[in-house]
């Protein structure tokens, strides 16, 4: 039988870098997701683990042997006790990876490939399959990949293991009960881990639950929005890595831990009156046009704190700029440093401004997007998925 599963990846409207030293951050999924489908060999002659990168066209094979030879420290699998991968089990999987001789323009992959290593190993232990990923998420854009890709990664590996209760004669995308999404979103944290280094736990989480999330040292309240918010999203296409983004942050925190901890407490003020904005209740258009203006306020000072904290980059400042001359609010979204930016779209703006703005981004060679906000989580198709 072959299983699918899809997460979806995520905005972040408030908190970013902030989160990982203990701020509040606002986050959102959206509809955009990525897939998961894992076929057990039948075969006993199959002694192969297959895995499928179909969008980047690179396809990875090991021998069950070798993976066994390699990480035969692991024991049995355990798919109920998430765990971090130690320091060995990271050297061995890398050589592993390394094996693969992965292309070096895609070099950035090889931690996506661990982290599948790691969880396939952990939670399904030393069986031959084949596991295919596809995904309508940019890589390294900020909208979460990394997260969706360990989150769909773990409920595929988990829906196989008895460790999770899910009824598998159900047509259709099916969500999980809350104990099979906490067990998981934390496996999805440990394969995060491989890939950021030092995780907030913020895009796994939201990636796991769906809706709209307030999150803060590990743990989540949800929100129940009384706003309809529609978010242009901007690509720059300037690629970068999460984990080089929160190293830098990281770093300037201990140049200046005094700046950094004012910054750091001052973003938290933002991302709890922006949850607090979302939850209260818009009565009329005008109530709900003050709100806007509020959260237009908010992201303009998360932007000017993101680039204190020196995430910022000549092409978000681009798309600060051209959104202004329309007086639209604009902040970029995950790690910065290129990737992808936000900008409001208030319930009243007309579609013809719409269609401007979005007309002068693209022609500086950006790429737009208006995606869904705040639908389910992480969903698993046993049979007849789309
Ligand atoms: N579909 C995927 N297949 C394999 N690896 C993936 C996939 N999606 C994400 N990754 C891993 O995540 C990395 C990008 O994560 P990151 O730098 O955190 O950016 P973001 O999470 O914003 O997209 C990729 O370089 C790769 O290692
Ligand atoms: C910068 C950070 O806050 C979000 C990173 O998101 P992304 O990988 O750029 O989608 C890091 C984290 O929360 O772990
Ligand atoms: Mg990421």
Redesign the pocket.
């Known amino acids: 039988m072959e299983v699918k599963t899809r997460a979806p990846?995520k905005i972040i409207l408030a908190g970013e870098h902030a989160v990982v030293h203990g701020s509040t951050a606002v986050a959102a999924c959206i509809d955009l997701y990525?897939y998961?489908s894992l076929r057990p060999s039948l075969s006993e002659n199959d002694d192969t683990l297959e895995?499928l990168?179909k969008?980047?066209e690179?396809e990875f094979s090991w021998s069950i042997g070798r993976i066994k030879e390699t990480l035969s420290h692991l024991g049995s699998p355990f798919p109920s006790t998430p765990t971090s991968c130690t320091a060995e089990s990271v050297r061995c999987i890398a050589a592993l990876v390394e094996e693969q001789n992965i292309p070096e323009a895609k070099i950035?992959?090889?931690?996506?490939?661990?982290?599948?290593l790691w969880l396939y190993t952990s939670i399904q232990g030393f069986k031959p399959a084949t596991v295919v990923?596809?995904?309508d998420?940019?890589?390294?854009?900020?909208?979460?990949?990394?997260?969706?890709?360990?989150v769909a990664l773990s409920a595929v590996l988990l829906g196989f293991s008895d460790s999770v209760s899910l009824d598998k004669n159900h047509q259709g995308w099916l969500t999980y009960g809350d104990s099979d999404l906490d067990l998981l979103n934390k496996w999805a944290f440990e394969g995060?881990k491989l890939?950021?280094g030092k995780?907030s736990g913020l895009?796994n989480t939201v990636s796991t639950y769906g809706n709209i999330i307030k999150f803060k040292s590990g743990s989540l309240t949800r929100i129940k929005s009384n706003m309809p918010l529609k978010m242009l999203i901007t690509n720059t296409k300037v690629g970068?890595?999460?984990?080089a983004?929160v190293t830098g942050v990281t770093e300037r925190t201990f140049r200046h831990p005094d700046v950094m901890g004012s910054v750091f407490n001052a973003v938290d003020s933002i991302s709890k009156e922006l949850s607090s904005i979302l939850e209260s209740p818009a009565l009329d258009d005008l109530s709900k046009t003050e709100k806007e203006r509020k959260l237009e306020e908010l992201m303009e000072m998360n932007q000017g704190l993101l680039q204190c904290m020196g995430v910022s980059h000549a092409s978000i400042e681009t798309v600060l700029r051209t959104t202004l001359k329309y007086k639209l609010a604009t902040k970029l979204t995950?790690?910065g440093g290129g990737?992808?930016v936000l900008t409001l779209l208030p319930t009243l703006l007309s579609g013809t401004v719409v269609d401007k703005v979005i007309a002068e981004l693209e022609s500086c060679g950006f790429q737009c997007l208006i995606a869904g906000i705040g639908g389910n989580g992480v969903e698993i198709c046993f049979h007849g998925s789309s």
Request: charged share 10%; with cysteine.
């Open positions: 990846g990525t998961v895995l990168l969008d980047m690179l950035g992959l090889a931690t996506g490939v661990s982290a599948f990923v596809t995904s998420l940019p890589l390294g854009a900020g909208l979460g990949s990394s997260a969706a890709f360990c995060e890939i950021h995780p895009d970068r890595n999460t984990k983004l995950g790690a990737g992808c």
